[in-house]
């Protein structure tokens, strides 16, 4: 018998890399378990682009994810990209298929070096099915959790116009699922 939380993904810590008012995502370190497995946790030297990945979990409310490390960015990202969701291969990716009221999470790969090749760690066998509901709960309050760093933090100076569009639309979006997935 597995114990209470068969999934579970926080932030541990959250910060900006340089200053608030410049950078446009924010970083730290996450907790991911499934099962006993810890796939990643404080302390063991990895640093997530939490805003980032908290948008990407977030479109996995609605929408089914097929774990495809060669051609998505992932689900937790590194966040070493100089724009918003286009980053390096560093990720940590899960298959999430929706049946009725469930979700079943499987096919988890953390990929931990620029080279998918070597630095690729796969958990075969680990799945998991668990309500959409506490699915949908882990995930909005990871998202709502990142969100408040943003909401106490200095207005962003962004000088390019392309970043500011892209950082626009990036929030537009976040807030769009996170406001949609909290009224269910």
């Given at each position: 018998m597995k114990g209470p939380n068969p999934f579970t993904v926080k932030i541990e810590n959250q910060g900006w890399l340089c200053n608030d008012d410049q950078d446009l995502c924010s970083h730290g370190e996450i907790f991911l378990s499934v099962h006993d497995t810890i796939i990643t946790q404080s302390s063991v030297n990895e640093e997530w682009g939490i805003s980032e990945s908290a948008l990407s979990m977030l479109r996995t409310l609605e929408n089914d994810y097929c774990c495809d490390p060669e051609h998505e960015e992932g689900l937790i990202?590194?966040?070493?990209?100089?724009?918003?969701?286009?980053?390096?291969?560093?990720?940590?990716?899960?298959?999430?298929?929706?049946?009725?009221?469930?979700?079943?999470?499987?096919?988890?790969?953390?990929?931990?070096?620029?080279?998918?090749?070597?630095?690729?760690?796969?958990?075969?066998?680990?799945?998991?099915?668990?309500?959409?509901?506490?699915?949908?709960?882990?995930?909005?309050?990871?998202?709502?959790?990142?969100?408040?760093?943003?909401?106490?933090?200095?207005?962003?100076?962004?000088?390019?116009?392309?970043?500011?569009?892209?950082?626009e639309e990036f929030w537009t979006e976040y807030n769009l699922l996170l406001n949609r997935n909290m009224n269910l």
């Open positions: 990202l590194h966040g070493c990209g100089a724009i918003l969701m286009m980053g390096c291969p560093i990720s940590i990716h899960w298959s999430v298929k929706h049946l009725d009221d469930h979700v079943i999470l499987s096919d988890f790969v953390k990929i931990t070096t620029t080279n998918p090749d070597t630095g690729s760690i796969f958990y075969p066998g680990l799945k998991v099915k668990i309500s959409n509901i506490e699915y949908k709960n882990q995930i909005v309050s990871f998202a709502l959790q990142a969100k408040e760093l943003f909401d106490h933090s200095k207005e962003k100076r962004i000088s390019d116009d392309y970043d500011k569009e892209l950082y």
